[in-house]
Every structure is written in structure tokens, then in C-alpha cells.
């Protein structure tokens, strides 16, 4: 493991970007989304994901300077045509479009189709929320998960973030409805580790902690039966809304050379106009159970560890920076 600071690494990854050819304005959303993730420690969803993001442009599945095409299918409703663009310039340029409607109305919709892998749901949350809306963020993504009782992969990992405005920090929760995202077991594959018994099975249907077996297995729904149906109404709700592909016919995210069809579907509130600091400060302020240092409330970590990558850098896997200094012809830099 290397540990880079973060202007190093967002150094490299636009020079990445630029010899992809990708656009000032369309690098910077890329990069921030990434960068983001690392920072706060979810690396599966960080510069993990940077050499994918160029095959794919390079195979011709990804238009870096689309920003997808908009219809209005009614006053709340928009329906979103990607057109192969990057996922976070798509989905940005889709929260653009809601803000307006989501305020004269009360609340509006975008549903996103033909688009590419959107990342860490919490980044756009949590910035919309800062701006007073509250959110509701669903995406979909290739068959990764078994259903409860099941052997093989029939949905997938179907996270989804809120972010909620309180009269201070925003409310911000970030989750995937398996036990961990594949990005995950990428994580733990490249850096040669062991995962937990009970993240995932193997191709023949036996738990393994072998992250490359369960890379050709299914992952686990979380907390069993409830987070199977988590999982599965999301990707109903995602899948009739936005007309994506559904189940074992998605593809796009974990390739590089296949169209992405799976979909995202982001709802915006205007509000809540009203201050619930008082109420979370009595949460965080609960005594702590046995073997706990503290109540947290969610997004909490992921702040502090923020702070801690900002100043002392970010821990990556050897093979990922190698790669991306490769990308960038450029050398080690520590």
C-alpha cells in the first residue's frame, strides 16, 4: 500500500482523463466523485475504478462530453437519455434540472437510463441536501447478489443514499442493499486479502473468503431476508421508472466494452424547513453500548476519515497507482 496525498492523485488522474479525452469541466465531476470515496474510505468506489473509466471511453461505450437528453414527462417528471455519458457529468446535470421543478412543485423526479456507472451515491446526497432539499438516490447494477435462499446472482447490489438537510450538517446515509459492493470485493482482490466469511459465495454456491472466487460468485443481501426485499423493490422501482435493463440483463458497470443499460432514479424534496440539530445531538449524546466508544450518527466516519486523507493522504493499493501512473506516463510520486 502507498499512501499519496490527495492533490498527487487528483494530479494524475486529470492527466489520465486528458489524454482520454475528456473535457476540463466533465474531468473535474469525475475526478471529485472518485477522489471523494477515497477519501472518505469507501476505495471500491474511488480510483479503483479510473482504469475502467478509460477502457470504456477508449471502446467507444462512453462519450465523455455527453450530458444525457431530457424529457419532461410531466411537470415532476424527467426521463433522462444518458447517451453513454459519464455517470456523475449525467446525474449532475440531471440534479441541475430538478432543483427549479423540485421547488415550484414541492418535489420532482429524474429517472436515468443509457447512462455509466453513477459512483458513490452519498456525493451527490450530500451536496444536494446542503442546499436544502432532501433527497431519495437509487441506482441498479449487474446480477452481484443471490437472493435470500438462493445460489446464484439474480440482482444487484441496488444501493441507496438519502441526505437530508437539518439547520447544520446534513443528514447522510450511503448503503448498499448486499453485505458489500463488489467494488468491495475488487478492493480486497487486488490488494491480495482475505474477505469475511459471509460476504459472498463462489460460483458453486459455497461460502468463500476467497475475493477472487466470490468475483465469480454472488454476494449476499444484507441483514438476510429484509435486505433481499430492500434490493429487489428497489429494482423494480428503478427498472419500471427509468425502462433500464433489470437482473441478469444488465451490463456495463464492471466491463468495459458493453453498453451500460442499468438505471438510476434520484427524487428531490424541497425541505424539511425545520432545525433537527437538537434531535441528533441527542442521539449522538445517548450513552454508548458496551464495547462502543460513542453514538454515531451515519456519514459521521466517513467525515472524520475525510479529514484525516486531506492531511496525512490516502492509502492505496500498489497495482491501482502503478496502473494509473502508467495511464498518465507519468513516474512514482509519493
Known amino acids: 500500500m502507498a499512501t499519496i496525498q490527495a492533490n498527487v492523485l487528483r494530479r494524475v488522474a486529470d492527466e489520465v482523463l486528458q489524454r482520454a479525452g475528456v473535457s476540463s469541466e466533465h474531468r473535474q465531476q469525475q475526478i471529485d466523485l472518485l477522489m471523494e470515496a477515497d477519501l472518505r474510505g469507501v476505495s471500491s468506489h474511488g480510483l479503483l475504478r479510473l482504469e475502467r473509466i478509460v477502457k470504456r471511453i477508449r471502446n467507444g461505450v462512453s462519450k465523455p462530453d455527453a450530458r ?16 453513454c455519458g459519464l455517470g456523475p457529468v449525467v446525474a449532475n446535470h440531471a440534479l441541475e434540472a430538478l432543483k427549479p421543478k423540485a421547488r415550484e412543485n414541492g418535489v420532482a423526479l429524474a429517472a436515468i437510463t443509457n447512462s455509466n456507472h453513477i459512483g458513490m451515491l452519498g456525493w451527490y446526497a450530500e451536496r444536494v441536501a446542503q442546499e436544502g432539499f432532501t433527497i431519495i438516490a437509487l441506482s441498479t447494477s449487474e446480477a452481484l447478489v443471490h437472493p435470500w435462499g438462493g445460489r446464484i446472482a439474480m440482482l444487484g447490489t441496488n444501493p441507496v443514499a438519502i441526505g437530508i438537510p437539518t439547520g447544520g450538517t446534513p443528514f447522510m446515509m450511503d448503503t448498499a442493499t448486499s453485505v458489500v459492493s463488489m467494488g468491495e470485493i475488487h478492493d480486497h482482490a487486488n490488494r491480495g486479502q482475505a474477505i469475511p466469511l459471509g460476504w459472498a459465495i463462489d460460483s ?84 454508548p453500548a458496551e464495547g462502543f466508544d460513542e453514538v454515531l450518527i451515519p456519514g459521521e466516519r466517513g467525515r472524520a476519515c475525510r479529514q484525516k486523507r486531506l492531511s496525512e493522504g490516502i492509502p492505496i493499493a500498489d497495482e491501482v497507482w502503478n496502473r494509473l501512473q502508467a495511464l498518465a506516463g507519468c513516474e512514482a510520486t509519493a
Open 68 to 83: 444525457g437528453r431530457h424529457v419532461w414527462r410531466s411537470p415532476s417528471f424527467l426521463a433522462v437519455d444518458g447517451e
Open 204 to 287: 458453486a454456491g459455497n461460502p468463500t473468503t476467497d475475493a477472487d472466487a466470490a468475483k465469480q460468485g454472488a454476494i449476499g443481501p444484507f441483514g438476510q431476508a429484509k435486505g433481499y426485499a430492500l434490493g429487489l423493490a428497489f429494482e423494480l422501482i428503478v427498472t419500471s421508472l427509468s425502462g433500464a435493463a433489470i437482473g441478469r440483463e444488465v451490463h456495463g458497470t464492471l466491463d468495459d466494452t458493453s453498453i451500460c443499460n442499468k438505471g438510476d432514479v434520484f427524487i428531490l424534496i424541497d425541505g424539511p424547513r425545520r432545525d433537527l440539530q437538537d434531535y441528533l445531538e441527542a442521539i449522538r449524546h445517548l450513552p
